[in-house]
């Protein structure tokens, strides 16, 4: 059975690298696919919306993207009938209110404070996994 991959919208390379570390460390087999700005991943999503077969099976995004930042992603996620009920977790090294309001305003499924401390972000990405990954391999 191939597994649905997950798109991580990022556009910094130690965070793609430290998020791939952490798949591997959390034994999170899906596919990660990196869409390094919020232009990219729409073209994606767009390209692969057409068969739901290819649809991500998470969307992790940070906020702060060159070209349309992720909270305009979300919107657009959120707009099209092919992606809407994708589940959609915003990643920030951001934890003020203000900003996890706009996250959830925008479409987030979830919000995910990106973390200095690694055996942190391992603990969420299992987290991530039990909640959007282990639950939809079971439909």
Do not use: C
């Not at 690298?17 to 869409?35: K, M, S």
């Not at 930042?69 to 009920?85: F, K």
């Not at 900003?99 to 391992?122: E, W």
């Amino acid at each position: 059975m191939t597994l649905a991959p997950v798109l991580l919208i990022e556009d910094n390379l130690d965070d793609v690298e430290l998020t791939r570390l952490a798949f591997a460390e959390a034994g999170i087999d899906h596919p990660l696919v990196v869409a390094p700005d919020g232009a990219f991943a729409l073209d994606w999503l767009r390209t692969h919306g057409n068969d739901a077969g290819t649809l991500p099976a998470l969307v992790l995004i940070d906020l702060n993207l060159p070209k349309l930042d992720g909270r305009e992603v979300m919107r657009a996620i959120r707009a099209n009938p092919a992606t809407r009920h994708l589940p959609v977790v915003a990643l920030s090294s951001s934890g003020q209110p203000a900003d996890i309001d706009a996250s959830f305003a925008s479409g987030a499924d979830s919000y995910l404070q990106k973390p200095v401390d690694f055996v942190r972000f391992i603990e969420d990405v299992r987290r991530l996994r039990a909640q959007w990954l282990d639950a939809r391999s079971d439909d």
